[in-house]
C-alpha cells in the first residue's frame, strides 16, 4: 500500500509555472508506475502525465512540452512541472499509480488555478 500527499498547487495567471509535488509513505513507491491525474468540474478524472519505475514518462498530447513529470525514489517523491499554464489547466490534480489498483485510496489533491 501506498499513501500519497499532494501539494503545490494555486492560482496563476495564464502563461505562469506551478510545480506539484506528490510525497509517498509505504515501502512500494519505487517499484510503482506512477502518474498525475486532474479532474476539472463536471469531467471525468483523467491521466495526465506517468513515469515508469525506471524514468521512461509519457505525456498527453494537451501538455507535450509545457509539463514534465519526474521522480526521486529516494525521496520517495513525484513532480509534475507545469509551465505556460492555460485556463483549461484548472482542475484538482492528483497523483496515483498507474493503473489505479483496486485498494487504492486517492488523495485530497491540490488544486491548480489559471486565470486568463
Known amino acids: 500500500q501506498v499513501q500519497l500527499v499532494e501539494s503545490g498547487g494555486g492560482l496563476v495567471q495564464a502563461g505562469g509555472s506551478l510545480r506539484l509535488s506528490c510525497a509517498a509513505s509505504?515501502?512500494?513507491?519505487?517499484?510503482?508506475?506512477m502518474g498525475w491525474y486532474r479532474q476539472a468540474p463536471g469531467k471525468q478524472r483523467e491521466l495526465v502525465a506517468s513515469?515508469?519505475?525506471?524514468?521512461?514518462?509519457n505525456h498527453i498530447d494537451s501538455v507535450k512540452g509545457r509539463f514534465a513529470i519526474s521522480r526521486d525514489n529516494a525521496k520517495k517523491t513525484v513532480y509534475l512541472q507545469m509551465n505556460s499554464l492555460k485556463p483549461e489547466d484548472t482542475a484538482v490534480y492528483y497523483c496515483g499509480p498507474v493503473p489505479p489498483y483496486g485498494s487504492f485510496q486517492w488523495g485530497q489533491g491540490t488544486q491548480v488555478t489559471v486565470s486568463s
Open positions: 513515469i515508469t519505475s525506471t524514468g521512461r514518462t
Open positions: 509505504g515501502s512500494v513507491f519505487s517499484i510503482l508506475n
